[in-house]
Protein backbone atom coordinates (compact mmCIF):
# COMPACT_ATOMS: atom_id res chain seq x y z
CA UNK A 1 0.00 0.00 0.00
CA UNK A 2 1.17 3.50 -0.96
CA UNK A 3 2.16 5.82 2.00
CA UNK A 4 2.44 9.62 1.72
CA UNK A 5 3.99 11.94 4.53
CA UNK A 6 3.70 15.53 3.69
CA UNK A 7 6.13 18.36 5.78
CA UNK A 8 7.55 21.61 5.82
CA UNK A 9 4.47 23.10 6.42
CA UNK A 10 4.27 26.22 8.93
CA UNK A 11 3.36 29.85 9.70
CA UNK A 12 5.05 32.60 7.28
CA UNK A 13 4.56 36.39 6.14
CA UNK A 14 3.40 37.15 3.23
CA UNK A 15 6.15 37.36 0.43
CA UNK A 16 8.00 34.38 2.10
CA UNK A 17 9.16 30.55 0.81
CA UNK A 18 8.12 27.92 2.11
CA UNK A 19 9.36 24.18 0.69
CA UNK A 20 6.84 21.25 0.98
CA UNK A 21 8.05 17.76 0.84
CA UNK A 22 6.66 14.44 0.43
CA UNK A 23 7.79 11.24 1.18
CA UNK A 24 6.60 8.29 -1.05
CA UNK A 25 6.62 4.15 0.22
CA UNK A 26 5.18 1.13 -0.51
CA UNK A 27 5.16 0.88 -4.19
CA UNK A 28 7.64 1.83 -7.25
CA UNK A 29 7.63 5.75 -7.27
CA UNK A 30 8.81 6.31 -10.51
CA UNK A 31 5.65 4.68 -11.50
CA UNK A 32 2.97 7.52 -10.00
CA UNK A 33 2.49 10.68 -11.41
CA UNK A 34 2.55 13.31 -8.13
CA UNK A 35 0.36 16.04 -7.42
CA UNK A 36 -0.16 18.73 -4.52
CA UNK A 37 -3.53 19.80 -4.26
CA UNK A 38 -4.87 22.12 -1.14
CA UNK A 39 -7.88 23.06 1.11
CA UNK A 40 -8.71 25.83 2.83
CA UNK A 41 -11.63 25.63 5.34
CA UNK A 42 -14.87 25.95 4.20
CA UNK A 43 -13.76 25.51 0.75
CA UNK A 44 -13.24 22.59 -1.82
CA UNK A 45 -9.83 20.76 -2.85
CA UNK A 46 -8.09 22.93 -5.24
CA UNK A 47 -5.84 21.53 -7.94
CA UNK A 48 -2.07 23.25 -7.07
CA UNK A 49 0.54 21.38 -9.42
CA UNK A 50 1.15 17.85 -11.08
CA UNK A 51 4.33 16.22 -12.29
CA UNK A 52 5.04 13.59 -14.62
CA UNK A 53 6.52 10.03 -13.82
CA UNK A 54 9.89 11.15 -15.34
CA UNK A 55 10.05 14.42 -13.62
CA UNK A 56 9.98 15.61 -17.32
CA UNK A 57 6.21 17.54 -17.41
CA UNK A 58 4.78 19.43 -14.74
CA UNK A 59 1.40 21.20 -14.75
CA UNK A 60 0.08 24.02 -12.73
CA UNK A 61 -3.20 25.62 -10.94
CA UNK A 62 -4.13 29.19 -12.83
CA UNK A 63 -3.39 30.71 -8.60
CA UNK A 64 0.18 29.58 -8.12
CA UNK A 65 1.29 30.20 -11.99
CA UNK A 66 5.14 32.01 -11.47
CA UNK A 67 5.33 31.48 -8.05
CA UNK A 68 5.35 27.51 -7.14
CA UNK A 69 7.36 24.94 -8.73
CA UNK A 70 6.95 21.15 -8.14
CA UNK A 71 9.76 18.66 -8.73
CA UNK A 72 10.91 15.01 -8.00
CA UNK A 73 13.63 13.02 -7.32
CA UNK A 74 13.11 9.63 -7.98
CA UNK A 75 15.43 7.70 -6.49
CA UNK A 76 14.51 9.67 -2.84
CA UNK A 77 11.59 8.77 -3.66
CA UNK A 78 10.35 12.34 -3.12
CA UNK A 79 8.33 15.22 -4.39
CA UNK A 80 8.71 18.60 -3.16
CA UNK A 81 6.29 21.96 -4.05
CA UNK A 82 8.64 24.92 -3.51
CA UNK A 83 6.27 28.18 -2.99
CA UNK A 84 7.79 31.98 -3.57
CA UNK A 85 5.93 35.36 -2.71
CA UNK A 86 3.10 33.84 -0.42
CA UNK A 87 0.07 35.20 -0.57
CA UNK A 88 -2.81 34.95 2.46
CA UNK A 89 -4.99 33.22 -0.10
CA UNK A 90 -2.60 30.27 0.08
CA UNK A 91 -3.44 29.83 3.45
CA UNK A 92 -4.72 25.86 3.03
CA UNK A 93 -3.87 22.72 4.08
CA UNK A 94 -1.75 20.87 1.42
CA UNK A 95 -1.65 17.68 0.60
CA UNK A 96 0.35 15.03 -1.84
CA UNK A 97 -1.37 12.77 -3.94
CA UNK A 98 -0.48 9.54 -6.22
CA UNK A 99 -1.57 8.56 -9.49
CA UNK A 100 -1.31 5.46 -11.15
CA UNK A 101 -2.27 7.19 -14.24
CA UNK A 102 -0.09 8.66 -16.84
CA UNK A 103 -1.63 12.06 -17.77
CA UNK A 104 -1.37 15.36 -15.33
CA UNK A 105 -4.49 15.69 -13.99
CA UNK A 106 -5.85 18.49 -12.05
CA UNK A 107 -9.49 16.62 -10.73
CA UNK A 108 -8.59 15.07 -7.28
CA UNK A 109 -10.56 12.08 -8.43
CA UNK A 110 -8.02 10.66 -10.66
CA UNK A 111 -5.33 10.29 -7.86
CA UNK A 112 -5.36 7.28 -5.84
CA UNK A 113 -3.60 7.65 -2.67
CA UNK A 114 -3.50 10.69 -0.54
CA UNK A 115 -1.29 11.91 2.37
CA UNK A 116 -2.67 13.50 5.71
CA UNK A 117 -1.97 16.90 4.63
CA UNK A 118 0.45 19.64 6.31
CA UNK A 119 -0.56 22.83 7.40
CA UNK A 120 0.38 26.57 5.59
CA UNK A 121 -0.67 29.74 6.88
CA UNK A 122 0.35 32.93 5.89
CA UNK A 123 -0.05 35.97 7.13
CA UNK A 124 -0.44 39.50 5.93
Known amino acids: QVQLVESGGGLVQAGDSLLLSCIFSGRTFSSYTMAWFRQAPGKAREFVAA????????KFGDSVKGRFTISRDNPKNTVHLQMNNLKPEDTATYYC?????????????????WGQGTQVTVSS
Open 51 to 58: IARSGGAT
Open 97 to 113: AASGRIYLSNVSGAYDF
